[in-house]
């Protein structure tokens, strides 16, 4: 019986590896210039929740905000798909910080450096949800813009 | 008493099993989602797109012929500027660097436009629609052909995932140079220059 028991944890624990083992891909260089910080977020079920995504904007570049000073510009703004037992509100994006290229001090641009958060007010229904969705932004570093990218991104929700 | 040990041994398997479970379950989660984040790599946003901070180069090729409409409604070829040396800049609405070296260019194609020189821009960005380009170019003080890209130069062109970007054709309709991002005054001055003398000794005899 003991043995069995013992051959049971062991099939188990190599379940698992074999599980984790097909899921890691390798590495691959990447185009984007904004990253997604994936993080469950275990919120309580039936209840106004805040989940909140963090995002990294590459050292060395900067996106516009949500809300940039000019029409041309184009916004940093997500985008969610609708999930079974998630209803979503329309996200709450951080205020942007000044920026100015040293070729044209006279633009004052409104943009996200570093690591910025968008919070999305959520109500879920108990149980684990993934809910998709879309960051669009557009990137520039201090000499060079480079076209506007959609990356996709995944949010765990957890309603416990 | 040997049956409650081989029983609580029974219910801590159990119990590691579960949890077994709900770790692998988490960990494929985040591991589904770390593997979704680098996926994006292999859906390129256009065809044509090398390595990270990487472009295609095109210096020392014949460049891409293109024929596309301007902002005031003319078809535009890049043969119709054979024999001449000609900057064709690809720009965009959203980029602040383009937006600041289009009145230089403007001011070099009248300084060298005895020796032919013109310049063309091509709008990257044709959903901002026609009359936000023509807003931009017009505040620039641009009065060189402004042309609307049809998604197929940009590729013939190396893809372009970098604004400004610049090709410098000299008379013999051969890439001299190509720049990305925003250059000095003075380089770019040169590298016309060089457009313009590229190809010059060839032409001489025959013009």
Known sequence: ?160 | MRRVLILGMMVVGVALLLWAGWHNLRERRLAMQQARDKQIVLIPAKPGEEGEGGFPQMRGKPAPAFSLTSLDGKEVSLADYKGRPVLVNFWATWCGPCKVEMPWFEEFRKQYAAQGFEILGLADDVDAGKDAIAKVANKAGVTYPILLTDGKVQNAYGGLDVLPMSFYIDRNGVIVEQTAGLGSKDQIEATIKKTIASGSTTQAGGQ
């Open chain 1, 1 to 160: 019986m003991r043995n069995l028991l013992l051959v049971g944890l062991l099939a188990g624990s190599s379940v698992v590896q074999a599980q984790m083992g097909t899921l890691t891909t390798p590495t691959v260089k990447t185009k984007q210039y904004v990253s997604f910080a994936a993080e469950e977020q275990v919120v309580k079920a039936g209840k106004k929740s805040v989940v909140e995504l963090r995002f990294k904007v590459g050292e060395g570049f900067h996106v516009n905000s949500h809300t940039p000073k000019s029409e041309l510009l184009i916004p940093t703004n997500l985008t969610l798909k609708p999930a079974a037992g998630v209803t979503a509100s329309a996200p709450e994006y951080p205020a942007g910080t000044s920026y100015s290229f040293s070729f044209d001090p006279s633009e004052k641009l409104d943009v996200y450096t570093g690591t910025f958060t968008v919070k999305v007010p959520v109500v879920a229904e108990a149980g684990a949800h993934t809910v998709d969705a879309v960051l669009r932004y557009q990137a520039c570093d201090n000499a060079a813009c480079y076209p506007p990218k959609s990356l996709p991104v995944q949010v765990l929700v957890n309603a416990k």
